[in-house]
């Protein structure tokens, strides 16, 4: 059995791809990387890679991570500039015993010195857009923190691999260095081939104080669905933010576990893809319920087609 799991509807030509090489026998590790590559680098998706969101000085800092459920092994970069895929590069790392966290100048000089592609990751179109936001902020004194979609992928091949990777810009105009969940171990991800991996996107600030990833497969390992783990652990950590702190922020999560079935939790409308040997690639739409379960259904056309007109109009 081989599946993938992935975040937000811009992962669906990602998994397209992944599921073509899964279905040949690939490997989980390289299935991934192919997918989230495939996100890095489409330009209007404007949370990820090429494309991706300023931060207050209008420079694109990008986070990336990857994780090996048969051995453990993980490598991470955050707060890098002009790398064309992060993610690729954390893979990489993963391959070291020692310095597989790297951050900023040295994740950029690591990422030369080992032949990774440069590139200036901020498009004109991104620029515009930054350039109009800072305006609204000044003249309607508006908050500036808009938008934080990591993509997040869980696989699983044949030959019982599991992995997960993300890869983000982090939160639209950020302080420079900030650096949130999705390279952080637990708490963005985590996977372990023996019983499953998980991944989370939305409001790093937040989503860091629960290592929700980790939880989610700690709860797999103890005999819960994926579904009922999900749930059972945004559940029990909302309530703990709610009652400490007065607020909770926007995030969701997806999981898989090491027979293919998978499970979503969010707390706002959130949209999603699987694919697995046994079901093409669909394209999901979450809604919180109060309950705190999710309902889910198949993206409609008209869905599909308003996704496609909001992208290509990213600056309005």
Known sequence: MWGIIATWRMSYEGVIKAK???????????????????????????????GGLPNENGIVELDAAYMDGDTFAIGAVAGVKNVKNPVSVAKQLSKDIFNIFLVGVGAEQYAQKEGFEKQNMLTSKVKTFYE????????????????????????????????TATSTSGLFMKKTGRIGDSALSGSGFYVDSEVGGATATGLGEDLMKGCISYEIVRLMSEGFHPQIACETAIGRFTEKLEKRTG???????VAMDKTGNWGIATNVEFSFVVATQTQEPVIYLAYPEENGTARIEEASPEWLAAFAERIKHVIE
């Open 132 to 163: 109009k936001r800072v305006k609204e902020i000044y003249e309607k004194d508006l908050s500036p923190y808009d938008g934080h979609d990591t993509v997040g992928m869980v696989c699983l091949d044949q030959w019982g691999k599991m992995v």
């Open 247 to 253: 607020r909770v922020g926007a995030f969701s999560v």
């Open 20 to 50: 073509a090489l899964l279905e040949n026998g690939t490997d989980a590790g390289h299935g991934i990387e192919v997918a989230i590559k495939e996100v890095e680098n489409y330009p209007d998706y404007k949370s990820v890679g090429y």
